[in-house]
């Protein structure tokens, strides 16, 4: 079945540390998106991805990097530079080009720092 | 960036009573999408409009695109304990296309949905 896989389900971080947050989709969705959520705060868009090699900064980008070096692949680095990271990171992708049949949201990540 | 005005934030509700929630924005949309997410997991699709005062159902739920396409409603009828969740609606303002964020979805903040057996 296809579908966005998002891992691992649950991570810890220590101070200073930088983590890596895989997404996979198998939809051959062309464009991938981060978000981060947080309790009554609705989703906020890190990052997003319209094309291979390409992705541009979202509404909170500051302290995250991405990179798009394949289709099926959006990793999100949690760095050290993120005051407060811990948070539920969900991934989504769609088809065509845009948003018009709605994302694919995968499971999502859980993000805390110890 | 562009926003929309989720209500109400949240409700505690009795099983078999009927919901209903709206989104509003400022500026007009052409798609309206609605999404409930499960406690732990990821937003999942439940319905998505394309025209000014469409009316879609989908089983107990029924969504209407707004007729001044700044709206959208979300009615859930004769609920029960699985429809406990959050439901976002979403929408897209323009044309997708690439270089541009006007085909990205834009998010409500949620309505947190509570129902007591």
């Known amino acids: ?114 | 960036g562009q926003q929309l005005n989720q209500s109400p934030q949240s409700m505690f509700i009795q099983e078999g009573e009927d919901v209903s929630m709206n989104c509003t924005s400022s500026s007009i949309f052409n798609t309206w999408l609605w999404y409930k997410q499960d406690p732990g997991e990821g937003p999942v699709l439940l319905i998505a409009l394309y025209k000014a005062g469409e009316l879609t159902s989908n089983g107990r739920l029924t969504a209407q695109f707004g007729i001044t396409r700044k709206d959208s409603f979300l009615n859930i009828s004769a609920s029960i304990p699985s429809d406990v969740g959050i439901y976002f609606c979403a929408g897209q303002l323009g044309a997708s296309g690439y270089g541009g964020s006007q085909g990205n979805l834009i998010f409500g903040k949620g309505t947190k949905l509570s129902v007591k057996p």
């Not at chain 1, 966005?4 to 389900?9: A, G, R, Y």
């Not at chain 1, 540390?17 to 868009?45: F, I, K």
């Not at chain 1, 990052?47 to 541009?56: E, L, M, R």
């Not at chain 1, 394949?70 to 065509?96: G, H, R």
């Open chain 1, 1 to 114: 079945d296809g579908g966005i896989t998002q891992s691992p389900k649950y991570l810890f971080r220590k101070e200073g540390q930088n983590v890596t947050l895989s997404c996979e989709q198998n939809l051959n969705h062309d464009a991938m998106y981060w978000y981060r959520q947080d309790p009554g705060q609705g989703l906020r868009l890190i990052y997003y991805s319209q094309i291979v090699n390409d992705f541009q900064k979202g509404d909170i980008a500051e302290g995250y990097s991405v990179s798009r070096e394949k289709k099926e692949s959006f990793p999100l680095t949690v760095t050290s530079a993120q005051k407060n990271p811990t948070a539920f990171y969900l991934c989504a992708s769609s088809n065509p080009r845009g948003a018009r049949h709605g994302y694919t949201f995968g499971s999502g990540t859980r993000l805390t720092v110890v």
